[in-house]
């Protein structure tokens, strides 16, 4: 099989290559250091793949602003992006699509950490469902919930959890706003690079959450990554402070009793191997 990874650079793409390469040949796309150069804002007769691709995995995104070039460069990368990307799977004879959403995509309108990068994800997500189902394109959505893994890439979009784990490796108090102890979801890279390749072995097609079968508090994160660096600092809320919402998700295990695959791995044993790479890094 030959796939074609787009958004090469992202951390997905970065960790999914070497799994995918154990399955066939793998070319990743992107604007710069990938084996093909690939702007999604580019004309769509500027952009070629290449030959007997069957598999397309869409990685890429903008994650854009508040301000009017950030909204409309993330409309124009997510949707318009992802539209010539399906057309041009189409036209080189792609048999599977898979776009690599975000959970957030099935947020309300009106919660708290709702923004056009949710909203532009759902809209992609509705225009690509569309146009594959027009012209036969099998097409895969996945929706991860918040991502973390080893590399440092990860904590350019989780940087509120890597800073939790920063300070328990320094020994430091950790300080909660609030008093209530927050809700998130995160899945461990490790499983959903697994999660992509079954979907691509068994060619399963569909929209499906994915997210960690469990939610996790910031104190349950706080005190696993104090046990794993053996730290001596405190875990301290502020109640004077406003508190912190919870970011719950709809879970569902349809995907995973499809592939008779679960998350595996818990925010303990991320932690761990978190730990690990950067005592041997």
Partial sequence: MKFLIIGGRSSVARMLKPSLGLLGDVVIAGRRGCDLKLDLADPIESIEFPKGIDVVVHTAAH??????????????????????????????????????????????????????????????????????????????????????????YFSKHQPFFYSIIDKAQQGQDIFFYGSHDPLRNYIHIDDFVTIITKVIQTQTIGSYNCAYTEDVTYSQIAEAANEVFNSKGSIVFLPDKPDILDYAYEKENSLYEKLNFYPQISIFEGIRKLAKYRKYR
């Fill in 63 to 152: 994650f854009g602003g508040k301000e009017y070039v950030d909204i409309f460069d993330a409309e124009n990368i997510n949707v318009l992006g992802a539209l010539k990307m399906c057309r041009l799977s189409i036209s080189s004879g792609v048999r599977h699509f898979i776009y690599v959403s975000t959970i957030f995509s099935k947020l309300d309108s009106n919660a708290s950490n709702f923004s056009i990068y949710a909203l532009s994800k759902r809209h992609a997500e509705e225009i690509i469902q569309y146009y594959c189902s027009l012209h036969g394109l099998s097409l895969t959505i996945l929706r991860p919930s918040h991502i973390y893994g080893n590399d440092h």
